[in-house]
């Protein structure tokens, strides 16, 4: 995430800030309203996708010994002996959780990224 964060922070070209020091804009602004929106805008894509891919290879936490979703799945299953029926509903519950995830990025990024592209 440090990457995308440095690449969108590049992405931002230098006379974008020489020309805000030119206008005489106080550094705050600078920082603010000229590097960090469009760095914003630039990384924001790549964040979010991150995001999901964290979300989504959790599951791989369960072969290291971390309780989650897929660890409580395997224990219903070997109670239950009913794998379709409990997979199923595993898979749901992180499609759930994506689309969730996905809706409030998405008014995340209409609300803070609203300006002009």
Do not use: H
Request: with cysteine; glycine share 8%; charged share 20%.
């Amino acid at each position: 995430m440090i990457e995308i964060i440095r690449a969108g922070v590049a992405a931002v070209p230098k006379g974008q800030v020489e020309a805000g020091r030119a206008l005489g804009l106080s550094e705050k602004s600078i920082l603010m309203d000229i590097s960090l929106r469009p760095a914003l805008r630039a990384m924001f894509p790549a964040l979010v996708s991150e995001f999901m891919m964290l979300l989504l290879g959790s599951s791989l936490c369960s072969q290291i010994a971390v309780y989650e979703l897929t660890a409580a799945a395997g224990d219903i299953d070997s109670r239950t002996f009913r794998s379709f029926e409990v997979y199923v509903l595993l898979g749901g519950v992180y499609l759930a959780l994506s689309l969730v995830i996905s809706f409030l990025f998405r008014g995340l990024e209409n609300r803070l990224l609203r300006w002009a592209s």
